[in-house]
């Protein structure tokens, strides 16, 4: 578990910093741009599995 509370809270850390940077530093390269659209889409599939592995749907996981 404290793996887990480590690299959530690294991973915390790291978004809001890309957000900040994005809202101060709006010009990015084709290069920066698909380097970001990457690791949000690995980040976005792994949960996404974990997701499905462990019985979990979208509609559970949002308030209606």
């Known amino acids: 578990m404290a793996k ?18 994005l809202k101060d530093y709006p010009a990015l390269t084709a290069v920066d741009q698909l380097l970001i659209e990457n ?8 949960y996404s599995a974990w997701t499905r592995q462990h019985g979990f749907s ?7």
Do not use: I, K, M, P
Request: hydrophobic share 45%; with cysteine.
């Open 58 to 64: 979208e509609q559970e996981g949002s308030a209606e």
């Open 4 to 21: 887990l509370n480590t690299v959530l809270l690294e991973y915390a850390n790291c978004s809001r910093a890309l957000a900040d940077l």
């Open 39 to 46: 690791h949000l889409h690995v980040v976005e599939l792994a």
